[in-house]
C-alpha cells in the first residue's frame, strides 16, 4: 500500500547568516555602484539592486542575494539562503581590504535558522528541555520558555564567546528561532576559561571592549577566511541538538 | 534587537508606528528618525547593543520586533520563512583555481576545505552562471557547491552551482606584498640560485 508522504518532525527553514564588524564606518561611500567599482559584485548585481535608505550616518540596501546595513558604528552584511554564504564572506572580505584603514572594533558571524515542528509535544519538550519549569511551578501559572541564551568558551585560541539563543519563532507557527552568534574580539586570547567559577566575573572575562583599530583588519581578514567553516559547522552542529531535543527532551 | 513601545507601556503596532527604520541599526539612529517622525516623548527605542545579554555583534531577528513588517525591507528579507521542500541544503563544498580556458569548458584544480583533496576536472562553460563568465580566465578562484535539493512531497535531487569568487581590486599595497611573496617563495624553492 502507498503510504502518503509524511512531514518529519521538525523541518528545518532556510538558514541566514549575518557578519558583523563593529567600527568606525563612514556610510556615506557605500552604495551598490562602489562595490562595483571595487569588483566585488557584478553588473547584474548593481542593475539588481535596490537602495532602501541612503541618508547621513545610514547606508541600507539589497543586493539580489543580500542585504547591507552600514552605520558610523558597523558594517552588517546579510543573506538567507546558504548558498550564498561564501559570497557574502567574500563580499566582507573584499570590504574590509578594500577599506584597509577603517578602525574596527570586533567580528561576529551570526547564524540562524527557523525550525519547524510538526508536533505540539515536540515543540514544548524543546523549551522544557533547556528551561525545566519544575522551579516554576507554584511560582508562575503555565511558565513558558520565551528566550534562552547559553553562552560558551570559545574551543580556538581566539578572544570572544559563542552565544547561542533559542526562542520561539515569530514567523512560524510552533517553530523555534535559534541563532548563533560567534563573536571574534580581533585578539588571542590570553587564556581561555577552564573553570565555571570564572564566570564570576562574566563582565570583565566577556565584556573587555577593545578600541577600534584598522591593524585589527588584517586579524579580521585571517579569522574570515579561516574560521568561517567551523563557524558554521558549530552552527550546524547547534541545530541539530536543538532539532534532537524534540524527540528526545 | 528593537523593541517600540510607548512611554504608557502598551505596544504599538505595525500599523501604529509607521518610520521606516531597521530593526537591526543602532540606537541612536533610530532614535533619530523616530524623532523625525514622531513625536519624541512618544517612542523609545531599543536595540540589541543596548542588551548585557547580546555581543556587540550579536543580532536579533525575531519578529516581534520588526518595526514595519508589511512594507519594509525586512519583509522581503527576513520576513518569509521557506522551508526545505523548495530550498537548497549545501552538503558539500570544493575550491577550485581555473587552470585553462577552452572552446565552450575549462579545466580547473580542486581541493576541499581541509586540504585533503587534489584533483583535475573540466567543466563546461554553460555551467557557469552569466554575470560569472567574464571571470573565468587562469588563475581564477571559485567554487564547487553541492547541495540537496528537496521539493515539495520529499523529491529530492543533488545539484552543483559553481560560483566564482570576486575578491576586489588589487591596490598597490597588494601588489607589492604579493609580489614579496612571489620572490620569497622563489628563493625558498630555490628558483633564484638556477
Known sequence: MLRRHEAPLVE??????????????????FSPAWLYSQELISAEDLEGSQPDLIAPGVATFHLPWALCEVTQERLHVACVDEVEFLRVRDL????LRALAHTPIAALGINISVHLKINSEVGWHRIGDSLVPKTAWEGVLKLPGTRSVTVLGVRPDDEAGQIQVTVE?????????????????????AASQIVDRSDFTNLEAVYFDPIAPSNELIPYALEILSKQFDGSIARANQVFDMISKLATDG | MVELYPNNGVTLTSEQFSVPVSERLPSSSLRAWADRATPASFVDVRTGADRMDLT??????????????????HRRYVGRVQLDNSRIRVT?????????VEDGFFQAS??????????TAEFALDKVSAPDLELVEPGAPFFVIVGRLTLRGGHASTVTSLMFRRLGRLNAS??????????KYRSLLGFDDA
Open chain 1, 92 to 95: 566582507v572580505l573584499g570590504i
Open chain 1, 12 to 29: 528545518p527553514g532556510t538558514k541566514s547568516l549575518g557578519i558583523v564588524v563593529p567600527g568606525n564606518w563612514n556610510p556615506a561611500i
Open chain 2, 56 to 73: 556587540s555583534t550579536g543580532i536579533e531577528q525575531s519578529e516581534t520586533r520588526l518595526v514595519r513588517p508589511e512594507d519594509s525591507h
Open chain 2, 174 to 183: 597588494d601588489v607589492d606584498f604579493h609580489r614579496e611573496r612571489g620572490a
Open chain 1, 168 to 188: 520561539p519563532s515569530q514567523r512560524l507557527t510552533m517553530g523555534v528561532f535559534v541563532q548563533q552568534n560567534d563573536h571574534f574580539s580581533l585578539k588571542p
Open chain 2, 110 to 119: 580542486l581541493g576541499d576545505s581541509g586540504g585533503d583533496l587534489d584533483l
Open chain 2, 92 to 100: 558539500d563544498r570544493f575550491e577550485g583555481v581555473v587552470t585553462q
